[in-house]
C-alpha cells in the first residue's frame, strides 16, 4: 500500500517523533515543540492514521515507540540531520563561520588525538560549533548511519556485518610502554624487560578489546604484572600517577598523544611487537559528510602528522 508520504508528510511531524522518543513524555515532548499535550496528542494521532500503524504504546512511565516507530524515527532523525547539513551549507556560502560537526569518539580518540585536532580545528575556524559524542564501535556506527553524528573518529574494527561505511586510516594505535619524561629509565641508553621489573604499573582497563591487545602486548615482551601495581579506568587518574610517581603504563600510545606532544610522557625505547591497531575516520557515503565534518576531519589529518 503506497501511503504518498512524500506528498502529506511533514517536518513538523518528524520533529514531534523525534522529541517524543527522546523524552519518552507526552508532557515533556509537548514542552519542547511548545505545543500543548491535546494538540501534541492530536498530531501523533493524524501521523499514525497517515502511516496506518500505531508508532507510540503507552507504559507505566511515558510512551515509547513501537516496531513501526522505531522505523519511522530512524528516517526522521537521519532527514533532521540532513536539513541541518542543507542549513550549514547555506551558511559556509560566506565562509566556515557557522559549520557545526557532531563527532563520534571512540574512548581512546576520545582522550587522544582528538583533544589536539579540535583546537586546532576552533582556532583555524573559530566560529566552528562542535559536540563530541563518546561511545562504542557498535553504537556510534548506529548513531552515523542514522545521521546522528557527522563523523566517527578511533580504531577501525572490522565490520561485524557488512555496511556501505567508508573507513579512512590516518594514524595507527600503537601499545606502547611509557613513563614521565624525567623517569630513571630514559637514563638507560637501552632499557631491556628486566630494567622495567623494578617500576610497578599503572594499567587501564578501559574496555574488553583494549585490555586484550593490552595484555598481548605485555605477554610477547615477556612483561609481568607487579604486586604493587595498579588498574583503572580513568585516564586522567592514571596520568596524574604517572607524571608524580615512577610507576609506568601501557596503554594505546595515542591516550597519551597532548602529553606526548608536550614533552611532559616518553614512550619507552623497548623492541615489541607492532600489532596492526588502524585508526581514522568513518563516514557515510549516503549522507555525505557536514561541512564542519570536513573542517574536523583536516585538522585531524594535520594534528596526526605533526604527532607522526
Known amino acids: 500500500m503506497r501511503r504518498r508520504l512524500d506528498h502529506l508528510l511533514k517536518f513538523r511531524q518528524l520533529r514531534m517523533v523525534e522529541a517524543l522518543a527522546r523524552h519518552q513524555s507526552l508532557t515533556r515532548a509537548a514542552g519542547t515543540l511548545g505545543l500543548t499535550q491535546p494538540a501534541l496528542t492530536k498530531m501523533v494521532r493524524e501521523l499514525e492514521k497517515l502511516v496506518g500503524e500505531p508508532l507510540f504504546e503507552r507504559h507505566a512511565r511515558g510512551v515509547r515507540p513501537t516496531a513501526a ?9 537521519g532527514a533532521l540531520a540532513d536539513l541541518g547539513r542543507l542549513e550549514d551549507e547555506l551558511d559556509l556560502k560566506g565562509g566556515p563561520a557557522q559549520a557545526s560537526v557532531v563527532v563520534g569518539a571512540l574512548p581512546v580518540a576520545a582522550v587522544g588525538v582528538l583533544p589536539n585536532a579540535i583546537i586546532r580545528a576552533r582556532a583555524e575556524h573559530p566560529g566552528l560549533q562542535i559536540r563530541l559524542v563518546e561511545g562504542q564501535t557498535e553504537a556510534l ?9 557527522d563523523v566517527v573518529v578511533g580504531r577501525l574494527y572490522p565490520a561485524v556485518v557488512p555496511d556501505t561505511l567508508v573507513r579512512e586510516v590516518l594514524y595507527a594505535e600503537p601499545i606502547s610502554i611509557m613513563a614521565r619524561s624525567a623517569h630513571p629509565l630514559l637514563r638507560i641508553k637501552r632499557p631491556t624487560v628486566r630494567d622495567l621489573a623494578a617500576f610497578d604499573l599503572v594499567l587501564p ?17 615477556g612483561l609481568s604484572v607487579s604486586p604493587g601495581s595498579i588498574r583503572s579506568t580513568s585516564r586522567g587518574f592514571i596520568r596524574e600517577v604517572m607524571l608524580a610517581t615512577d610507576m609506568i603504563t601501557v596503554m594505546p600510545q595515542m591516550v597519551m598523544g597532548g602529553d606526548l606532544l608536550r614533552g611532559q610522557v616518553r614512550v619507552l625505547p623497548i623492541p615489541a611487537p607492532a600489532l596492526d591497531r588502524p585508526a581514522g575516520v568513518i563516514t557515510n557515503p549516503q549522507r555525505g559528510v ?8 583536516q585538522a585531524l589529518r594535520e594534528t596526526v602528522r605533526e604527532l607522526s
Open 69 to 77: 516507530g522505531q522505523v519511522v524515527l530512524r528516517y526522521a532523525r
Open 141 to 149: 556506527l548506529a548513531q552515523l548511519e542514522a545521521g546522528e553524528v
Open 205 to 221: 582497563t578501559f574496555n574488553q578489546r583494549i585490555n586484550q591487545d593490552i595484555e598481548q602486548f605485555m605477554a610477547a615482551v
Open 290 to 297: 557536514s561541512a564542519g565534518g570536513r573542517l574536523l576531519i
